[in-house]
């Protein structure tokens, strides 16, 4: 694949097509990180609500213990290894919220940055075009109706 040649014949088209690729870039990049955070967003509270389940089933069961008075001590060591399940899961969840945090930290500075990139790139392209014309462009378009 070809990659189109890139006007490198003069400065002014030069910092125009970076102020371009800056706006786009400034523009995209941020998009990418709004997602990524909405994604992990969905998978915590997914995995919120199976905990939440997990929770009202383990009180279930503990009601269910306290009112059958035989074959106590089997019940009694699963509900307490399934409340250390629980426990870990929850530990897990924090974990993964702290996790998203940070995500979402990273994100507020991309959409700031964002802000920036896309008035340093709207700028940048302005005065290179601007330049390119008034220093360049008219001069060779005069040149050329005088040649024809």
Sequence with gaps: MNLPN???????????????????????????????????????????????????????KATHLKSDQDNTGHNRTELIYEAHQLKMKHEKLKTKSEELRVLELDYVFFSSMQRIGMLMGILTGILGFSLWYFKIQRYQDRQLKKNS
Excluded: H, W
């Design 6 to 60: 890139l006007p490198t014949d003069n400065l002014y088209k030069f910092v125009a097509l970076v102020g371009v690729v800056i706006l786009i870039g400034a523009s995209y990049f941020p998009i990418v990180k709004a997602r990524e955070y909405q994604l992990s967003m969905v998978k915590l509270e997914g995995q919120l609500r199976l905990l939440n389940l997990e929770l009202e089933y383990l009180k279930e």
